[in-house]
């Protein structure tokens, strides 16, 4: 199981990016997937996630309305399109996969076994 970020880059505040997180190895329409990132000197935090059919979706509060998650399990890949970002986007992000029975979410970093290398977003003000 292996998952590749990519996307990353630097950008100017109120510009946008979009993550992409393709899967090698594994079908991903099996996984829930959970988007991460941890800034310079900070905790890892969840930011974004995704049901393994793509009908649920959830976002941490700081990044609701500016994000947004989907899948297109057809290209093994799962995006994060962020728009409006702010220097305190500033971060690594990571993807994560998790194989799931149910069409639930999953939102903890301990639920999560698969992680990819993560992608640098940098947002200048």
């Known amino acids: 199981v292996q998952l590749q970020a990519s996307g990353g880059g630097l950008v100017q505040a109120g510009g946008s990016l979009r993550l992409s997180c393709a899967a090698s190895g594994f079908t991903l329409d099996e996984y829930a997937i959970g988007w991460f990132r941890q800034a310079p000197g900070k905790e890892r935090e969840g930011v974004s996630c995704?049901?393994?059919?793509?009908?649920?979706?959830d976002y941490a509060d700081s990044v609701k309305g500016r994000f947004t998650i989907s899948r297109d399990n057809h290209k093994n890949t799962v995006y994060l399109q962020m728009n409006s970002l702010e220097p305190e986007d500033t971060a690594v992000y990571f993807c994560a996969a998790v194989k799931v029975n149910s069409y639930g979410l999953a939102r903890q970093e301990d639920d999560f076994g698969s992680w990819g290398q993560g992608t640098q977003v940098t947002v200048s003000s």
């Open positions: 995704i049901s393994k059919g793509g009908s649920k979706t």
